[in-house]
C-alpha cells in the first residue's frame, strides 16, 4: 500500500472515533486512542476539514478539542427530520445582550445592564436557558455577580469556529445599535 493509501486510512480513523465521540475531543486523546503522534492528528483533522467545507458535517474545535457537528446551513433540515421545536427564536434584546457577552466575555449582569441601559435578567435567563450564554465564574466584585460567556453552542449556532471569527467592533466603539 502506498503511504497516501496509508495515510488516507488513518484520517478515515480518526474521522471514525470523532463520529462516536460525545463531546469535543483533544488532539493529545485522539493521538493515544490512535497510537501516533498529536502532529499526524492535526495533520489528519486538516484532511478532514477541508473535506467538510461544502458537505453537511463541519469539524468543529471548542473546549480545547474538536467534533463533528452539522453544518450551520442545514440545521432546520435536520431539525425538522428529528422532530425538534425549530431553534429558540432570540428577541432583539437577547441579540442586544448576546452581543456583549460575546465581545466582553467574562461580564457580569450589571455590566451588561450598564450598557444596554436597561435590566437585562430576563434576557440573560432566556440566553442560558437557550444554551448560548453560561455562567463562568463570580467577580471579584460586591456580592460576588455571576460571570458570563458563551458556550460552545453559540459557536455553533452562529457556524463559528472561534471568537476570533466574530467580526470587528465599529470604530466608534458603540456595542450594540438601538433604533430610537
Not at 42 to 67: I, M, N, P
Not at 101 to 125: C, F, H, M, N, W
Request: charged share 25%.
Amino acid at each position: 500500500m502506498s503511504n497516501n493509501g496509508r495515510e488516507l486510512g488513518f484520517v478515515a480513523r480518526v474521522e471514525s472515533v470523532l463520529f462516536v465521540a460525545e463531546e469535543p475531543v483533544s488532539t493529545h486523546r485522539l493521538a493515544q486512542a490512535l497510537e501516533t503522534t498529536p502532529e499526524r492528528v492535526e495533520r489528519a483533522l486538516e484532511a478532514l476539514a477541508a473535506h467538510y467545507e461544502s458537505r453537511g458535517v463541519r469539524l468543529q474545535h471548542c473546549d480545547g478539542g474538536v467534533q463533528l457537528t452539522t453544518a450551520p446551513e442545514a440545521a432546520s433540515h435536520v431539525e425538522r427530520f428529528l422532530g425538534l421545536e425549530s431553534r429558540v427564536h432570540v428577541s432583539q434584546a437577547a441579540l442586544e445582550a448576546l452581543a456583549i457577552v460575546a465581545y466582553r466575555q467574562p461580564i457580569t449582569r450589571p455590566e451588561v445592564e450598564a450598557i444596554r441601559g436597561v435590566g437585562s435578567d430576563s434576557v440573560l435567563r432566556t440566553l442560558l436557558n437557550a444554551g448560548l450564554v453560561d455562567r463562568v465564574g463570580r467577580a471579584d466584585a460586591v456580592g460576588r455577580p455571576f460571570l458570563y460567556g458563551t458556550t460552545p453552542e453559540f459557536l455553533q449556532h452562529f457556524g463559528l469556529q472561534s471568537l476570533e471569527e466574530l467580526p470587528d467592533l465599529p470604530e466608534d466603539g458603540e456595542m450594540v445599535r438601538r433604533s430610537p
